[in-house]
Structures are given as structure tokens and as C-alpha cells.
């Protein structure tokens, strides 16, 4: 299951594929995926063009353009939920002691360095992926202790960009 939050309400999505569910009401889809992060949609004989403007991974916020307008959404998986409902979802924030790349691809810019105070939400790094860029931001207020990485370098999934 996965809860998207956005500035028109809340929404649980169920499934995936042709046949999903949308706050538990049955909902299919036929989807055809244009080129990267550009789909076509049919739903009930309504036809939506959807575009993905910005997938912040890290943060699970994405700005999804649908037939030309833009909403910003949140996503929590099960396990945000699940953290969320024992009321740990701000504790699991507190210990950083790294920013590891969510995906392979490659450094584009680092805005910080080495001794710098950051605040949550800052843009630390920006990793190309997928012809996207994604901006990488600080989880929480931290300071950058050692940047592991170089403007240029070519990374795998999980690798260790800085250290806080």
C-alpha cells in the first residue's frame, strides 16, 4: 500500500499494474509508458497525460504534471506508515551518519563542503539518473563532515556521497 499526500487531499493506492485500487475503490488503468517519465493514461475512457516534472526519492516528493497541471505530492510507503503509527516516524530522522546515492547515475553538482552547517531540505547534491536530475537534500539539520565524492563522478546505487 502506499498513502500519497498532495494540496487536494489524501489518497491509499493498492496494487499495481492494469488493476489498482484507490481508497479501496477498484480502478484500472491502461498505461502506456512515451519515453522516460512521459505516460499516457486511459481510465474509463478518459484520456490524461502525465509527465513526472521532479522525483525527489530520498524524500518520496514528486511534482506530477497531469494534462498540462502540476500537483506536488508525498508518498509514504508501508513501512513510513507503519513508523508513522508507532509514532516514530520523526525519531527515525535523528541518526544520519551519511548521504548514500538512492540510485546509480551521475554527480552533476555539489552545492556543499566539508565543515559546512546544513538545514533540512538544503540541496546537497545533484545525481543524474535516467536523463532526470534529482536534487539530493539534507534529511535533517546536520553538519557535512567529508564529501566522498567528486562534480563529474559516475556512482552506484548506495554509494556513500557524504558524510555527516
Given at each position: 500500500?502506499?498513502?500519497?499526500?498532495?494540496?487536494?487531499?489524501?489518497?491509499?493506492?493498492?496494487?499495481?499494474?492494469?488493476?489498482?485500487?484507490?481508497?479501496?475503490?477498484?480502478?484500472?488503468?491502461?498505461?502506456?509508458?512515451?519515453?522516460?517519465?512521459?505516460?499516457?493514461?486511459?481510465?474509463?475512457?478518459?484520456?490524461?497525460?502525465?509527465?513526472?516534472?521532479?522525483?525527489?526519492?530520498?524524500?518520496?516528493?514528486?511534482?506530477?504534471?497531469?494534462?498540462?497541471?502540476?500537483?506536488?505530492?508525498?508518498?509514504?510507503?508501508?513501512?513510513?506508515?507503519?513508523?508513522?503509527?508507532?509514532?516514530?516516524?520523526?525519531?527515525?530522522?535523528?541518526?544520519?551518519?551519511?548521504?548514500k546515492a538512492p540510485m546509480?547515475?551521475?554527480?552533476?553538482?555539489?552545492?556543499?563542503?566539508?565543515?559546512?552547517?546544513?538545514?533540512?531540505?538544503?540541496?546537497?547534491?545533484?545525481?543524474?539518473?535516467?536523463?532526470?536530475?534529482?536534487?539530493l537534500k539534507a534529511p535533517?539539520?546536520?553538519?557535512?563532515?567529508?564529501?566522498?565524492?567528486?562534480?563529474?563522478?559516475?556512482?552506484?546505487?548506495?554509494?556513500?556521497?557524504?558524510?555527516?
Open positions: 500500500m502506499l498513502k500519497v499526500k498532495g494540496k487536494h487531499g489524501e489518497y491509499q493506492i493498492e496494487g499495481s499494474g492494469k488493476t489498482q485500487k484507490l481508497n479501496a475503490e477498484a480502478l484500472t488503468l491502461d498505461q502506456v509508458e512515451l519515453s522516460e517519465g512521459h505516460f499516457h493514461i486511459l481510465r474509463e475512457g478518459r484520456s490524461f497525460r502525465v509527465e513526472v516534472e521532479k522525483a525527489d526519492r530520498s524524500t518520496k516528493e514528486f511534482i506530477v504534471k497531469v494534462n498540462g497541471r502540476s500537483y506536488e505530492l508525498k508518498a509514504q510507503d508501508e513501512m513510513d506508515l507503519l513508523l508513522e503509527k508507532l509514532g516514530m516516524d520523526k525519531a527515525s530522522a535523528a541518526v544520519i551518519d551519511d548521504l546509480p547515475g551521475l554527480v552533476i553538482d555539489i552545492n556543499v563542503q566539508g565543515g559546512q552547517e546544513v538545514k533540512k531540505g538544503d540541496a546537497l547534491v545533484i545525481l543524474e539518473a535516467m536523463k532526470m536530475e534529482n536534487v535533517a539539520d546536520l553538519t557535512v563532515k567529508e564529501i566522498q565524492v567528486k562534480k563529474g563522478q559516475t556512482v552506484d546505487k548506495n554509494t556513500v556521497l557524504i558524510k555527516f
